[in-house]
């Protein structure tokens, strides 16, 4: 994990005009369901704050590529749930983590809408509570209003230790 995250911070350190599209594959893949249990990046997108902070990168076009690949991960996973419900657990790589979607399900039973925001910001909830809120039939609009409004927050907060920390001790 470390070598690839040292291949892309000095990838998009070289290509900047690139930094904004790979912010969004990194945040996308982070929040879909099944590309976040195999490859998290969460780390990579830290490092692309610092990145930002040692001034390679401008971070309102990357903050602007990971707030819309996270939120479009997360409409996927919603709409995967509703399309295939709980036959989805069926495939791997879910299969592989039986008590996964349970623990989201049970996550987003208590918290509903609420929920699906602060369900980003927890780890491996982050891509299973948007399609246990799929399985579950939450209503789109409210889905949407929790996704956006939580990926943009989840992009800055990602991003802003780097891209201020350097600034503020270098």
Not at 111 to 133: C, D, H, I, N
Not at 147 to 166: E, M, T
């Amino acid at each position: 994990m470390m070598a690839l995250t040292h291949h892309v911070l000095g990838f998009i350190s070289a290509h900047a005009a690139w930094g904004a599209p790979l912010a969004f594959l990194l945040a996308f893949g982070e929040s879909l369901v099944v590309i976040s249990l195999i490859l998290p990046t969460s780390a990579i997108l830290l490092g692309v704050g610092a990145v930002i902070g040692a001034g390679a990168l401008e971070f309102w076009p990357i903050w602007a590529g990971a707030s819309l690949g996270a939120c479009v991960g997360d409409w996927l996973s919603f709409w995967v749930g509703r399309h295939w419900g709980k036959d989805i657990l069926a495939v791997w790589p879910l299969r592989l983590y039986p008590d996964l979607l349970p623990r989201a399900h049970r996550f987003f039973e208590r918290w509903g809408v609420s929920g699906v925001f602060f369900g980003r910001f927890l780890g491996p909830l982050r891509a299973t509570v948007p399609l246990a809120a799929g399985i579950a039939g939450m209503g789109f609009v409210w889905f949407q209003v929790a996704n956006v409004a939580s990926g943009l927050i989840w992009a800055a907060a990602l991003l802003a230790p780097g891209a201020l920390g350097l600034h503020l001790f270098g």
